[in-house]
C-alpha cells in the first residue's frame, strides 16, 4: 500500500487514488484491459469444463450460500443479482435454497452451461442476463447484489455499481490468500517465469473503501479442503487455452504444461489436495 497517498485515512478519494493505482500494476487487471476479447474468447472456450476445472474449488458454491443464508445476507425468495456468474457455481446453490437468482455474465456459454445444469436438476428460479455488467438495466432492484471473483467489481467503480442495483446488502467474495493450488501454481511459475500474482489487496482496499463510505463493512474468511481430480488431457487443454489469454502459446508452452502436470497424475488423472481460503466482505447499500 501506497502510503504517501492517504493524507487521511477516512478519505475516500484517497482510498480511490490507491485502490486504482493498485489495480495498475495487476498483471491480471492489465490483461482484461489490453486482451479483452482473449477473456471472452477463453470463457466461451472452456464454458462446459469451467465449474469442474476451475471455478467450483471443491466446494465454493455450497459453502458460500450456506454461510450467505446462515448469517442472514440473503433469505428464502430474495431477489439476488449473481454478477459474472459463469456457469452458476453460486447460482444454482443460491437457488437450490430458495433465492430467486439472475445470473449475469457477458459470456453466452457461460450462461448456456449454467442453464443446462440447472434444467437437469429441475430449478426453474435462475433468469440468465448476456450483458456486461455496466450496461446492465434491470426492471428491479435486488435484495443482494453479489460477485464472486468478478473482476468489474473490485474498484470503487463496480462497487458504486453494485449498491445502485441493490435495496438491501452487496457482497464480494475474493481471494484472501494468493494461488492455493498447486498444479496451478506450478504451471504460473513455468510458463510465465515467476509466482502467480496474488489479487488479495483487493480486500485491504475494498474494505478501506466501504469503511470511508461510511457502509460499516463485514469481513468473514472461510475454508475449506479441496480435492482435485480431471483427466489430463481435459486439464491439459484447458491450461492451453488458458495460457493463450497471456500470448503463452505453441509447442513449447504444450510440453511445459504437459511437463508440469505430469508430476501430479495418477491414473490418467491430474490430481492433487489442498485447502480452499476465501474472504467475503458484505455491508448494507447506501441509497439511491
Known sequence: MNRTLFADILDIHSWERAWAEARSGFPLALSQKTAPDRWLAFFEAISDSYHATWGDQGGLGPN????????????????????????????????????????????????????????????????????PFFEFRPAVKYDLVLSCFFPAAFSPEGIRRMESLSLGHCALVLGAFGEQIPFRKALWREIMGHDPPSGAFHLIYAYGFLFSAKRAPNVKHLSWPYTFRR??????????????IFDKKGQTVEKLIRRVLKDFVKDGFVTCEAEVKIAVIWWKAGRR
Open 64 to 131: 458460500l450460500a450456506d454461510f450467505l443464508f446462515s448469517e442472514g445476507i440473503t433469505f428464502q425468495s430474495a431477489l439476488v443479482l449473481d454478477a459474472g456468474s459463469g456457469p452458476g457455481t453460486l447460482a444454482i446453490p443460491l437457488a437450490e435454497r430458495g433465492a430467486r437468482v439472475t445470473a449475469l455474465d457477458y459470456a453466452d456459454g457461460m450462461l448456456r452451461a449454467l442453464s443446462a445444469r440447472a434444467a437437469d436438476i429441475n430449478i426453474d428460479t435462475i433468469e440468465t442476463v448476456c450483458v
Open 231 to 244: 483427466p489430463l488431457e481435459e486439464t491439459e487443454a484447458f491450461f492451453r487455452r488458458y495460457f493463450q
